[in-house]
């Protein structure tokens, strides 16, 4: 491993290999400082033509007897001429590197100029837009950089383009000049800031322009459809004007750079991004129109202030190494769930916290791939596979729980002490650490190693002891999921409920086994109801007289947090099989009110419909569910719930009766009463029926003909051949995502692959699966971060036999020294495949 090898000799030349290695990091680190970049780029109309480019390096070096890697990641013949201090010189590009040469090199400021032609991987061209995304290690796909996270940098920009695009940069427009069918833009020079935040987006967007409180705010967007624009504009910028001042305020800090502009991308591979005064986000998470549920308002919210938090936390202060990019995730995650708070009215905190972050956060952490939020990184070409569930999901849950151990003004106190001590600099999370630790009594370093450094959760257990109706003694105990002896030092709630009242106390789990002595003397409840505030980690107890009261309980964070352990015990084969469990739900439809407790429980109970049901166990089940949540869209009062219950009856609609109820919907365009449904809506019933072969002809065909906006069109169009009746044609599908430039949207990509791969295509489509995991490394190398996982996630998540289980053993046999990052990916997203194996009866 790099970061033990010996020390280099003052004139040994670093090695050169693939990708960006923590040595050459850190000595690059150590000899460069003051970097500006000016880049030009001609950006032509058609896709297909290639993009050249010219740009200037500086750099201050502090010695120059060894040669300097500089980073691009393209063939040969893309790199063209270098010149270093006014002098052409025959650099070579060797293992994505160009090698300037030492004796070209000076101590001080040095001057490198390279024209190129730029790397299509992370340009993301479309026929009429383009934009670039470069994290966690991409920049150098696209141009000759510099790239690891703490070699901030400026860039200076100027795009040439077709004359009717328009585009955004880091620095603000200053100038424009046209000249025949093209127009030269001038972007100011950048803020310092690292390379992956590097950024523009071109093409034909529409702008609009606001002053929100003193700030101009610049956005571009493609969409097409007046009701969702209606709709959203406003509320776009009043949530990213609220995120702002929320964030100044708790950090005491104005927004650190020169401006504040944001375009929504279609189908966007994430759902945001937080590049310095460009932010791109997904544009139909931005877009809603007035049949959008409270959580895609809840969820659009979150994501504005998720991305606007990094501004702070990321931009402003970044990590040295992406070994700590969870740092900027989990901070901007904690964040926006604060900013959501008071954003949002009637917005129930601890509810939506609940929701979103545990189930996430329990579907990595449970499984055989697990890894721990901070985890070692020896080169950025493997970077991308840090991300996932964890950090974005259980780090949001340590955190809360760090700031329950500190209490909140003792964390905001030292969260501002370490933006300020940080600004526009790098730091790791020792160093956040050693500046909170100085605040609190608590042993920040041994909390630190269970929660941070360690993957996995614990598993409690109870022990009550009454004596004449009354408590005598409460115990609770953890170990490990593994059945480790360790402990996840946390605070949670356990309710006492009785027939009139429930009582709550707090639980502080510090030790392995803890007495709960204000429990003592207390009256002998019907049942305790574990984690009833929904803020602790693990796998908790489950009472089976819980089941009588769970949907009489008030509180909806208790039900919720109810629901929650009775998946996870079922899971872990305790407590209810499936199909009780998912008559349990099923009972329950018309009773549950609160619509993010209808999204949990609906969510799990079509998971277990179709991964823990056999074939057999589904036909026989489907028309009473079915009937069940018709009814329950029926009598449902709130329009957003009902439009919930309808896309559930659609996901798992079996019967004739309930294909022909869809068809007639999608057919006349009449939703059921108070049931909203958009464009993008009656795409998705469409395809539901195409998967289900329903039969009438050219269901996808008359969809492709009613669709308006153009972006949509090429979506369906390219999924269309997944959802084929043809086997030769899906089977030409697959074939084709051999071919990098078939993965380009990897969005749709996704989609499709969860239609060709689903259960009642699982027959024929899984011959694909040795081939999916044989293309895995590939994806990594030319898919962007979240994309294996994703891959991995369409194809296997819905496999329920022990064929398909054997695929993925035999391969992971058949290779024991598989990338390890990948292997975990692996295992993560085949870990409901392997529970279904165990746990589907027939």
Request: glycine share 4%; aromatic share 10%; with cysteine.
């Amino acid at each position: 491993m790099a970061s033990c090898s010996k020390p280099l000799a003052s004139s040994e030349a670093i090695p050169v290999e693939t990708g960006v290695a923590k040595e050459l990091a850190d000595y690059r680190k150590q000899v460069l400082s003051h970097i500006s970049y000016d880049i030009s780029l001609h950006i032509p109309e058609q896709k297909q033509q290639p993009i050249p480019g010219h740009e200037t390096i500086t750099f201050r070096l502090s010695e120059n007897n060894r040669p300097l890697q500089l980073d691009f990641k393209e063939a040969p013949d893309h790199l063209q001429e270098v010149w270093v201090n006014g002098k052409k010189v025959s650099a070579r590009l060797e293992k994505e590197h160009i090698i300037l040469p030492a004796e070209n090199l000076k101590v001080g400021r040095n001057e490198v100029k390279v024209k190129f032609i730029a790397g299509d991987l992370s340009l993301n061209r479309n026929q009429d837009y383009l934009y670039t995304l470069l994290v966690p290690d991409r920049a150098r796909t696209v141009l000759p950089i510099f790239d690891q996270p703490n070699l901030k940098a400026t860039f200076k920009l100027n795009l040439t383009l077709p004359k009717d695009w328009n585009a955004l940069a880091n620095g603000a427009l200053v100038d424009s000049t046209l000249s025949g069918n093209n127009k030269s833009y001038t972007f100011a020079t950048s803020d310092t800031i690292p390379t992956y935040l590097f950024s523009f987006a071109a093409g034909r967007f529409k702008h609009v322009k606001r002053d929100m409180k003193g700030t101009t705010m610049h956005f571009y967007h493609r969409e097409t459809d007046s009701t969702k624009i209606r709709e959203s504009m406003g509320p776009i910028f009043q949530i990213h004007s609220d995120a702002l001042a929320f964030l100044e305020d708790y950090t005491q800090i104005p927004y650190p750079f020169q401006k504040f502009d944001f375009v929504a991308i279609p189908d966007f591979q994430y759902g945001g991004m937080e590049h310095v005064g460009a932010i791109q986000y997904k544009a139909s998470t931005l877009f809603l129109d007035e049949g959008a549920t409270k959580d895609q308002k809840i969820s659009r919210s979150n994501l504005i202030a998720h991305e606007t938090a990094h501004m702070w936390f990321g931009d402003l202060v970044t990590m040295q190494w992406f070994d700590d990019v969870w740092m900027k995730e989990v901070f901007a995650n904690f964040m926006a769930d604060k900013v959501t708070q008071v954003a949002l009215e009637n917005t129930n905190y601890d509810m939506k916290f609940l929701v979103d972050h545990f189930p996430a956060a329990y579907s990595i952490d449970r499984t055989a791939g697990a890894n721990p939020i901070r985890q070692p990184l020896e080169n950025l070409q493997d970077a991308g596979s840090l991300y996932g569930g964890i950090i974005y999901h259980k780090a949001p849950v340590m955190m809360r729980q760090l700031e329950r151990l500190m209490g909140k003004e003792e964390l905001r106190k030292g969260l501002q002490e370490y933006l300020k001590t940080y600004a526009y600099q790098n730091a790791t999370w020792p160093d956040l650490i050693k500046i909170l630790d100085d605040r609190t009594p608590a042993d920040l370093e041994q909390w630190n190693q269970v929660w941070v450094n360690e993957a996995g959760r614990p598993i409690f257990t109870h022990d009550l002891k009454t004596d004449k109706g009354k408590i005598e003694q409460l115990t609770v105990s953890q170990k490990g999921e593994d059945g480790s002896e360790r402990v996840w030092p946390q605070f949670f709630e356990i309710a006492l409920v009785y027939p009139n009242r429930i009582e709550e106390l707090t639980v502080d789990m510090t030790e392995s086994k803890v007495v709960v002595e204000d429990a003592a003397g207390k009256e002998a409840p019907q049942f305790i109801l574990f984690n009833s505030t929904g803020q602790g980690y693990g796998v908790f107890p489950v009472d089976e007289a819980m089941l009588q009261r769970l949907y009489t309980l008030q509180d909806p964070v208790q039900r919720a947090s109810a629901y929650i352990n009775l998946y996870e015990n079922m899971l872990n084969e305790r407590g209810l099989r499936p199909a009780q469990l998912l008559d349990f739900y099923h009972k329950g439809l018309t009773r549950e009110q609160e619509e993010l407790n209808i999204k949990l429980l609906t969510g799990q109970l079509s998971d277990m419909y179709w991964q823990l049901l056999t074939p057999a166990q589904r036909q026989q089940y489907a028309a009473q569910l079915e009937g069940s949540l018709w009814q329950a869209m029926e009598q449902q009062k709130a329009t957003n719930v009902k439009k919930l219950l309808f896309k559930i009856f659609q996901s798992i609609a079996l019967t004739k009766a309930a294909q022909d109820k869809l068809y007639q919907v999608w057919q006349k365009q009449v939703p059921p009463a108070d049931v909203k449904l958009n464009e993008d809506d009656y795409t998705s019933l469409a395809l539901a029926l195409a998967v289900r072969d329903y039969p009438a002809e050219n269901i996808l065909q008359q969809q492709l003909s009613r669709i308006q906006n153009p972006d949509r069109q090429k979506r369906l169009e390219y999924m269309m051949p997944a959802l084929s009746p043809d086997v030769q044609v899906r089977d030409a599908f697959f074939a084709s995502l051999k071919e990098a430039g078939n993965r380009e949207k990897e969005a749709w990509v996704a989609s499709a692959l969860s239609y060709l791969h689903h259960p009642l295509r699982a027959n024929t489509s899984q011959k694909y699966l040795p081939q999916s995991l044989q293309l895995l490394e590939e994806i990594q190398h030319t898919g962007d971060i979240f994309f294996p996982f994703n891959w991995l996630r369409a194809t296997f998540g819905s496999y329920q036999t022990t064929a398909a289980a054997k695929v993925v053993r035999d391969f992971l046999a058949a290779n024991p020294d598989y990338n390890p990052m990948l292997k975990a990916k692996i295992l993560q997203a085949t870990d409901d495949l392997f529970r279904a194996e165990q746990l589907v009866q027939e």
